[in-house]
């Protein structure tokens, strides 16, 4: 397994503004994910973070609004840019471990509330 | 793509009594099924997970059984208690249209336990 921490736990955002999302594991994993979980619904991938290159996203997500780094094995960045209340979601980094594990662990999630 | 349902989405049962909660999966190259409990305000759990070179798991009292004709498997939780109260995810992992490695969840299941 993994343990992952995750910052801000919760913030409350104004309109237009950007919030970064850091996410720490506690060992080098093979592979990190973004998802974001608006209030009520199931998971949804955003992007998957490519140690040292440009993450690849899912259909309707794009860059410009939530990029991505991820600088070495064990840490990586989410930037939700120009927030609108629509927004208002949790954010969860997850990672698989690698080798013959190919299980995904969630961090505990960051609650942004855009007003 | 892959396609994963999940029923019931809202469950309640009696102190003591079991719960079942099914999934299906639409790509039959997936190969692992994992299940996440997500308790309120925390972020998801892996519960207990299931490859497809097996039908049965069992730990404790959760257990999780998988059809690969069928294409559905189902959580299981003999004896509930309260702290049971939780939303459930089901998950696929691994098929071939999923454009590489990817995990597709589930709705989620509400799950009540009335003491």
């Known amino acids: 397994s993994a343990v992952i921490s995750q910052k801000p736990s919760r913030d409350i955002c104004q309109r237009g503004t950007s919030l970064t999302i850091q996410c720490q594991v506690d060992?080098?994993?093979?592979?990190m994910f973004w998802y974001r979980q608006q209030p009520g619904q199931s998971l949804t991938l955003i992007a998957t973070?490519?140690?040292?290159?440009?993450?690849?996203?899912e259909s309707g997500f794009v860059i410009d609004k939530f990029p991505i780094s991820r600088p070495n094995l064990t840490f990586s960045t989410l930037t939700v840019s120009n927030m609108s209340p629509e927004d208002s979601s949790i954010y969860l980094c997850?990672?698989?471990?690698?080798?013959?594990?190919?299980?995904?662990?969630f961090g505990e999630g960051s609650w942004l509330t855009v007003v | 793509g892959e396609n994963v349902e999940q029923h019931p989405s809202t469950l309640s049962v009696q102190e003591g009594d079991s719960a079942v909660i099914k999934c299906t999966y639409s790509?039959?190259?997936?190969?692992?099924f994992p299940w996440y409990k997500q308790e309120l305000g925390k972020g998801p759990q892996l519960i207990i997970d299931?490859?497809?070179?097996?039908g049965e798991k069992k730990d404790q009292r959760i257990a999780v059984t998988l059809n690969k004709t069928a294409k559905h498997f189902s959580l299981h939780i003999t004896e509930t208690q309260p702290e049971d109260s939780a939303v459930y995810f089901c998950?696929?992992?691994?098929?071939?249209?999923?454009?590489?490695?990817?995990?597709?969840f589930g709705a989620g299941t509400r799950l009540f336990v009335k003491a």
């Open positions: 973070a490519n140690q040292g290159s440009e993450a690849t996203y």
């Open positions: 299931i490859r497809s070179n097996v």
């Open positions: 790509d039959s190259a997936s190969n692992y």
């Open positions: 060992s080098q994993v093979t592979m």
């Open positions: 997850s990672v698989v471990p690698g080798g013959l594990e190919n299980t995904i662990y």
């Open positions: 998950a696929a992992e691994g098929g071939v249209n999923t454009g590489g490695f990817k995990t597709i």
